[in-house]
């Protein structure tokens, strides 16, 4: 990591060495990672990059780690499609879904425990942990088990099994919290005082965040180094919507791209929007929210990077924008008729929010729209309800016709 | 001695109650605001709290028994 100066802290810029910390010990600020722009810009190119490896990690000069030590499970560099039947039905020519479900645990999770892994081991853990209501303990475990870490993971008793599953299987530690989310993300802020554990989501965190700019990165060299016109990113703690443009600023600071001029829009559910709802209050304040949304993936009522999401949807010209509950599974549905891409509940947020800004002119026809799919649908099976209505039928050719013309009519 | 980093957020109608010096007076908590940012309809405070036994986990309950809203420093992350 010959790129890297020190932790700084985002309020008050104390500087801290390089350590699994993540709170300023003076203003309780989160910390961030600070890197030498000029050393970097010095080391990369466009030819550079692209001769680097189909994965994230052809961007490893902007990440807190060494690429020679990286934990990769193959993680990034997934498809930006040009979305020509979605854009037709909602009415934009130049729409892209960035598919970020197809990382090797299906979510853009990969991307942010891939660097926190390596950054672990560098810092000689034993034990991978987290607290998670789904997509990250999937990842955590992946990454334990490639690492050959011991792995503990921590989720509310009450998850659904697929995610449950999706975690189980790599063999970590399971432990099953009792109580809401919230008491499940307390309880293991106390544990990670008490353990010398890599919480990748607490103590880590500032190198887990760092994963997610890679997202940005990718997007504007897959459109021919070039920042779009528009974003539309879900949020949940606002980390990947405030990640994603920081990526987007880097690349323009070392002059890999021209001026981002982006608008970054972010997309919540209606029963969980608290940045959304700053936003449209015009307070700089979050509230708290009590999450009552079926997109649980984006369930956190009181944001970590909220503030700072807020910065970067007035800094951009962005709009904070809400999905209806009951549009969540059409915006799902939509993508997957069109597209091909079956997404979990917070592309369907994505989809119908994205639906929305263009009704409301905020997205113009002509202007190069990405749209971020971070996770896959089969993870969230429960909530697409039943709606399946197949034409039942004994094996038989003039019943199935029959059948068949019927359901046509 | 036991310390917590916590955040407290206040809702409107609790903004005016004198909880942190409550804190000090009742439970014997010392208190030290490290950020902080009151407005009209809300307001928040980031502090540390520092106390003999039991008695910060108690002022704690206390506090969200009032109608406040506690969260600890090191990991308001909840994911997804
Ligand atoms: C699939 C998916 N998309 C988006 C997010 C939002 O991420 P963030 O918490 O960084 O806002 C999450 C996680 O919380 C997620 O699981
Ligand atoms: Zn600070």
Redesign the pocket.
């Known amino acids: 990591m010959p790129h890297v100066k020190c932790l700084q802290c985002r309020e008050c810029k104390s500087e801290y060495p390089i350590g699994p910390l993540n709170a300023c010990e003076f203003c309780f600020g989160p910390l961030e990672v600070s890197y030498d722009y000029d050393s970097v810009a010095k080391s990369v190119s466009r030819k550079s990059i692209e001769s680097g490896p189909n994965t994230m990690w052809r961007y490893h000069d902007f990440l807190p780690v060494d690429k020679e030590s990286a934990v990769d499970i193959s993680t990034g560099f997934t498809p930006l499609i040009h979305a020509k039947n979605l854009g037709r039905q909602i009415g934009l020519d130049h729409l892209y879904i960035k598919n970020d479900?197809v990382n090797p645990t299906f979510?853009?999770?990969d991307r942010p425990v891939s660097v926190t892994t390596t950054k672990a081991l560098e810092f000689e853990f034993e034990v991978l942990a987290c607290v998670s209501t789904?997509?990250?303990m999937g990842s955590v475990a992946a990454h334990g088990a490639k690492a050959g870490m011991e792995t503990m993971v921590f989720y509310p008793a009450d998850l659904e099994q697929g995610k449950i599953l999706g975690a189980a299987v790599y063999g970590p530690t399971m432990v099953a919290v009792e109580g809401t989310y919230d008491q499940a993300n307390r309880f293991c802020s106390e544990l990670a005082d008490a353990h010398r554990w890599a919480f990748v989501n607490i103590n880590m965190r500032p190198y887990y965040a760092e994963g997610?700019k890679t997202l940005g990165y990718e997007v504007a060299e897959q459109l021919g180094w070039k920042a779009p016109d528009h974003c539309v990113v879900?949020?949940?703690?606002?980390?990947?919507?405030t990640?994603i443009w920081k990526g987007l600023e880097e690349f323009e600071g070392i002059g890999l791209i021209d001026k981002a001029k982006t608008k970054m829009h972010l997309a919540q559910a209606e029963g969980c929007a608290p940045i959304v709802e700053a936003f449209e209050s015009g307070n700089n304040q979050v509230k708290p929210v009590r999450p009552k949304t079926i997109a649980k993936?984006?369930a956190?009522g009181n944001?970590a990077?909220g503030p700072y999401?807020l910065e970067v949807l007035r800094d951009t010209g962005g709009t904070g924008v809400f999905a209806y509950e009951n549009s969540i599974i059409d915006g799902i549905r939509l993508l997957a008729e069109t597209e091909g891409i079956f997404t979990?509940t917070?592309?369907g947020v994505v989809i119908s929010s994205l639906k929305r800004l263009v009704k409301q002119g905020k997205i113009k026809k002509d202007e190069v729209t990405v749209a971020?799919v971070?996770?896959n649908g089969l993870k969230t099976l429960e909530a697409m309800g039943d709606f399946v209505a197949p034409i039942e039928t004994k094996p038989d050719l003039d019943i199935f016709q029959t059948k068949l013309s019927n359901r046509k009519d | 001695m036991m310390t917590k980093r916590v955040k407290f957020t206040f809702p409107q109608e609790l903004i005016k109650e004198p909880v942190i010096y409550k804190l000090g007076v009742d439970f014997g908590i010392v208190t030290n605001i490290r950020r902080a940012d009151i407005r009209d309809d809300m307001g928040w405070v980031v502090l540390e709290l520092e106390g003999e036994g039991d008695v910060v986990d108690e002022g704690l309950e206390w506090v969200i028994s009032t109608g406040v809203r506690v969260d600890p420093i090191a990991g308001d992350?909840i994911?997804?």
């Open positions: 479900s979510s853009f999770k789904g997509n990250l997610s879900p949020g949940a703690s606002g980390e990947l919507h990640k993936s984006l956190i944001p990077a999401s979990e917070a592309g971020f971070t996770g | 992350i994911e997804g």
